[in-house]
């Protein structure tokens, strides 16, 4: 039997991020994001990490991912293409399932750590 190395992160509010660049998704000019993986499964299909974002409005599909959200600061609501919406803040979490679209509002910058599926 080997070893496991339990990785631990902590505080994650004060990871640094690299500078916030324009996102491509945006459709509010000027919004930007920063992000940084943490941690990358062996076979390379599951990723977590932290990410901001300055207010404004960008979509979002996940057709080929599933994603688990904390929010650590900030707050945001999701409007799924149907009209679906939910509003979140610090401490909150949600699932967006495979197949997930719609679209993000920043209304606060937001700082959310995230795990990622990719299929």
């Not at 993986?37 to 932290?50: E, Y």
């Not at 293409?81 to 920043?106: C, M």
């Amino acid at each position: 039997m080997s070893n496991i190395d339990l990785q631990t992160y902590e505080n994650l509010q004060s990871i640094t991020l690299p500078p916030l660049a324009l996102k491509p998704t945006s459709v509010t000019e000027g919004q930007a994001e920063a992000s940084k993986i943490l941690w990358t499964s062996a076979n390379g299909k599951v990723q977590m990490g932290i990410w901001e974002c300055s207010p404004g409005r960008f979509t979002s599909d996940h057709s080929d991912t599933s994603e688990i959200v904390h929010i650590i600061s900030g707050e945001v609501e999701l409007q799924r293409n149907d009209g679906e919406l939910r509003r979140l803040g610090p401490g909150d979490a949600l699932v967006l399932p495979r197949g997930w679209r719609g679209e993000w509002h920043i209304i606060q910058h937001v700082r959310k750590f995230w795990v990622v599926q990719y299929d």
